[in-house]
Every structure is written in C-alpha cells, then in structure tokens.
C-alpha cells in the first residue's frame, strides 16, 4: 500500500476527535486482564490513543504509562483526565511502537490493543513486539489484540470479502468526508507466530468478536 508510520499517525490526528468521541467504552477482554494485573503494578499501554483503556486500568490501582503516536488524541485523553485526581497515576507520552523510549525491564505489565494492525510491514509488528518484550520485566505479561481477516465488519465496511489482508478502511468524519485508515487482517496463527518470532513466550490465543489475542510473557 505505500503506507508508512507517518501516515499513520497522519490519519489518526485527522480524525482524532470523531474517533476518541465514538470509541468510550474499554473492552471486555481487556477489562478481564486489566483484573488479573495485581493493585500498583507499572503498565504500559501501547498505542494508548485517548485513554480508552489506560483510564480502567488507573481506576483499577495501577500507575500507567499511556504511549500514541498521535498528539491529538493523547492532549484529549490528557485534558479529560488532569482534573480527576483518580487519573493522576496516568503518564502520557508521545512515542512510536517500534521504538519504545523506555530502559529495558521497567514494566510489570504491557498492553496494546488494536494497535499492531496499523504498523505497514511484518518487520514493523514484530519490532513492536520485541520492544514490549524489552521492556518488560523478566516474566512480565503482554496483552495484545488485531482484526481478523474475518472480522464481521470487514466485508460491510469494504463492500465485499477482502481478497488480500493489506486494505484500507474508511473512518467517516462528522462533516461526511472520509480518510482512510490503513489495516493488516490478521489470519488465524498469524499474530502467534509473530509473538514466537519476537522472543515473547505465548501463553495463550484467541479469538473473539473479530479480533485475535494473544497473552504471553517475556522470558526469564
């Protein structure tokens, strides 16, 4: 597709008040891990965009370090927390994935949700995952989702069946205009097999309401 990182964050700070207004509600799969992750622990949350689920996991007793390659959405979820004082414990950062601006081993936990289906190349998803491996303490957890191929949205929002996993999917702004936004479908095994060959230790995969997930831990 000719897409970069740049575009990327491009896209996403076109549409950064649309898509912070329409996306409020954190996941439930998340929401089940965020439960697992023992009261003080140090999270990362990867491609935090506004807050979505770096808000629960504040709420929930853990200090947060939210990283997006896009200012705009961060300065919103920035701006709808600093008064709350239950947000204090969210840090936010600018940042890419592939490079994550951290010393290694500092983090108990990592997430990072919906995010690696926007990086442009196989090689670019793999780095992200082995940075949340580098920075992840020895025997920290990852929790990480992607669209399928299968996503039951997909063949309503492209008008058909995608025939390749590469595509571009429109986001509708208020006006009616539209910017496209760059996705690799995920098939099935897809997203394990880049866990293995990042050095992260697969603990478990599945799908669910469209999405691949997997949990796994960084060796040690």
Not at 93 to 109: K, R, V
Not at 204 to 210: A, D, I, K, N
Request: proline residues 6%.
């Amino acid at each position: 597709m000719g897409r970069s990182r740049a575009d990327v964050r491009s896209t996403y700070d076109k549409i950064a008040e649309s898509y912070a207004a329409a996306r409020t509600q954190p996941w439930p799969e998340v929401l089940d891990f965020i439960n697992e992750v023992p009261a003080g622990d140090l999270v990362l949350d990867v491609g935090c965009g506004h807050g979505r689920h770096s808000r629960p996991l504040a709420l929930t007793g853990h200090r947060v370090v939210g990283i997006d390659l896009s200012r705009r959405l961060l300065s919103i979820g920035k701006k709808s927390t600093t008064k709350s004082r239950e947000f204090q414990t969210i840090e936010w950062l600018a940042g890419e994935a592939t490079a994550l601006p951290f010393p290694n081993g500092i983090f108990d936990e990592a997430l990072s949700i919906a995010v690696l289906h926007h990086l442009p190349t196989h090689e670019d998803r793999v780095r992200a995952l082995e940075e949340m491996r580098r920075v992840l303490r020895a025997g920290g957890t990852a929790f990480v989702s992607v669209w399928s191929i299968e996503h039951p949205r997909i063949a309503e929002l492209l008008g058909g069946r995608p025939k390749k996993p590469d595509v571009e999917i429109p986001w509708r702004l208020p006006d009616g205009s539209e910017v496209s936004r760059p996705y690799h479908l995920f098939r099935e095994g897809e997203l394990g097999e880049s866990v293995i060959e990042s050095g992260l230790q697969g603990e478990r995969f599945f799908g669910s309401e469209g999405n691949w997930f997997a949990l796994a831990k960084a060796p040690g």
